[in-house]
T-cell receptor, first 113, second 115 residues
Framework: NSKVIQTPRYLVKGQGQKAKMRCIPE?????VFWYQQNKNNEFKFLIN????????QIDMTEKRFSAECPSNSPCSLEIQSSEAGDSALYLC???????????FGEGTRLSVL | GDSVTQTEGQVTVSESKSLIINCTYS????????LFWYVRYPGEGLQLLLK?????QKGSSRGFEATYNKEATSFHLQKASVQESDSAVYYC????????????FGTGTTVSVSP
């Protein structure tokens, strides 16, 4: 019943290839988050946006990862040159304001061979 | 830095028995964090179970309860009588009480309820 739509559900890439995934946030939610969840169930925050502006991002995101949330288009997260260590579940979440808990999508599972 | 600790990776409990999932946090840079429990049922996405944003208050949902204990820096999740449908992975999380701040998650506790 999730209203945050992530595509594709599964993504398989070779090392060095680009990997791009998309997220349509819940309608009316201006804040969008991207997280990476690894095989040990550890979550890593990557980046978040308010409308089209970046609020926070980690250093890893600044190097090989790029993300955007253009108006009237899905948000996207792209890994420029995939590495084996990027294999993980990538979760997108959105929220209406700072008092609302983020609503999560079902994620994109990336496998880098 | 700020962190969330869930000490039990896996818990097995019989149906109708009580359940406690421990969660402690460190919020040195935040002070008064918002606290959350999220759950992922088999085959489903991560969803909010409950949240509490004020120290001392209790949140409840689907028979689960958790109290924001600032002195103990804890937010343990409890249920008096579990059902098989409660089998899931439960994640404790915190965030700063400030707009658009990221959640910091624990590593989750897998709960298996046996009939």
């Amino acid at each position: 019943n999730s209203k945050v739509i992530q595509t594709p559900r599964y993504l398989v890439k070779g090392q060095g290839q680009k990997a791009k995934m998309r997220c349509i946030p819940e309608k009316g939610h201006p804040v969008v988050f991207w997280y990476q969840q690894n095989k040990n169930n550890e979550f890593k925050f990557l980046i978040n946006f308010q409308n089209q502006e970046v609020l926070q991002q980690i250093d890893m995101t600044e190097k090989r990862f790029s993300a955007e949330c253009p108006s009237n288009s899905p948000c996207s997260l792209e890994i420029q040159s995939s590495e084996a260590g990027d294999s993980a579940l990538y979760l997108c979440a959105s929220s209406r304001d700072n008092n609302q808990a983020p609503l999560f999508g079902e994620g994109t599972r990336l496998s880098v061979l | 830095g700020d962190s969330v600790t869930q000490t039990e990776g896996q818990v097995t409990v019989s149906e109708s028995k009580s359940l406690i999932i421990n969660c402690t946090y460190s919020a040195t840079s935040i002070g008064y964090p918002n606290l959350f429990w999220y759950v992922r049922y088999p085959g489903e996405g991560l969803q909010l179970l409950l949240k509490v944003i004020t120290a001392g208050q209790k949140g409840s949902s689907r028979g689960f309860e958790a109290t924001y204990n600032k002195e103990a820096t804890s937010f343990h999740l409890q249920k008096a009588s579990v059902q098989e449908s409660d089998s899931a992975v439960y994640y404790c999380a915190l965030s700063a009480n400030q707009g658009g701040r990221a959640l910091i998650f624990g590593t989750g506790t897998t709960v298996s309820v046996s009939p």
